[in-house]
């Protein structure tokens, strides 16, 4: 099978793509033949092992799983003996944050992070409604979304950006949502109840006071953002920010609260993939959320992808399609 693969940390200069052994499933785990995978923020920063602490789990000097890529959606074509949810043939899509090997032909995973697509959507809209998703909901499960209360999304064209606009509107929040210009009719679609173009004004000067700031491209801070918040208004950013200061802010503002306004900064720190992924299939179905794709390329094309993700101005998601020769289909086996 073709898949990506980087031996050693950097750019996307790092990555190639390889023949590989197609994998086997283990008990617990299901093969899937992929039709369909992103590039995303999070690829990005893997293959360049930021932040640089990453390298604990990643490999402190080079990457331990050689071949990237979290977002999937394809055929499952073997499955574990263990395997109760899933049979060969479904379709399904999924999404692993710990690397799922998506980067390839076939990958294997656990059944909780994979499960059916919906009725008549394409291998392509599925891969690419699962990662921005997954962290969105991780910010809005972290505090409590009440009917009109007032969230700001810094970002709100990106992978969990547009995916956090949809997300709200579903919990009947009402969104502010920061874009720029040629975005806005998009924003508009997804739900945004209130658009600020930022290249016209600075958002954080906005005189709107808000219960939530939601900084989807963590370019801003709990800083900038303070006078944004309401009294016990929470700031949640999906970047670490400048010395990782939004890992130790949630502590300090914690202790503090009482001198800053009860204002206070919460670190989303995502779990529960299956959770988000039947959410976001249940939405589907229901036509509460569509995943946004900027552009699509071919595998053979991947790098070229990674590159384009780099620069950091992407609408949505990346999406890269998977073609397989016509003798993949009759190796499909049970695992006992």
Do not use: W
Request: hydrophobic share 40%; proline share 3%.
């Amino acid at each position: 099978m073709k898949a990506l693969v980087y031996e050693r940390y950097g750019t996307p200069d790092v990555l190639q793509l390889k023949e590989l052994e197609k994998p086997v499933p283990n008990n617990d785990e299901i093969l899937v033949k992929v039709f369909a995978t992103t590039v995303n923020r999070t690829d990005n920063a893997t293959i360049k092992a930021i932040p640089f602490f990453a390298r604990i789990i990643t490999g402190l000097f080079k990457p331990k799983k050689q071949t990237p890529g979290t977002e999937f959606a394809g055929e499952v074509t073997a499955i574990g003996k263990d395997i109760s949810s899933l049979q060969i043939g479904d379709r399904v899509f999924g999404f692993d944050d710990s690397g799922s090997k998506a980067h390839a032909q076939y990958l294997t995973i656990q059944q909780d992070k994979a499960v059916t697509i919906p009725e008549g959507m394409s291998y392509k809209q599925a891969a690419v409604s699962t990662e921005g998703a997954h962290y969105a909901y991780n910010f809005i499960n972290k505090v409590d979304i009440k009917k009109g209360c007032k969230v700001l999304v810094n970002g709100a064209t990106g992978a969990i950006g547009s995916a956090a606009v949809q997300l709200l509107k579903h919990f009947e929040a009402d969104v502010t949502a920061v874009c720029a210009t040629k975005n806005i009719e998009l924003v508009k679609s997804l739900g945004a109840n209130r658009i600020i173009d930022y290249l016209n004004e600075d958002f954080t000067k906005d005189s709107e006071k808000y219960d939530y700031v939601f900084d989807m491209v963590g370019k801003s801070s709990f800083f900038k953002c303070y006078q944004l918040l309401k009294p016990a208004g929470v700031y949640i950013s999906s970047d670490l920010g400048y010395m990782a200061q939004n890992i130790y802010l949630p502590l300090i503002t914690s202790l503090i609260k009482t001198v800053i306004g009860n204002r206070i900064i919460i670190m989303p720190m995502p779990v529960d993939i299956r959770g988000s992924l039947l959410l976001i299939k249940k939405l589907m179905e229901q036509g509460e959320f569509k995943s946004v794709i900027d552009r699509e390329f071919q595998l053979e094309q991947i790098v070229e992808a990674y590159r384009y993700v780099e620069k950091g101005h992407k609408t949505g998601n990346v999406v890269i399609a998977i073609q397989h020769d016509d003798n993949d289909k009759a190796q499909t086996i049970t695992t006992v």
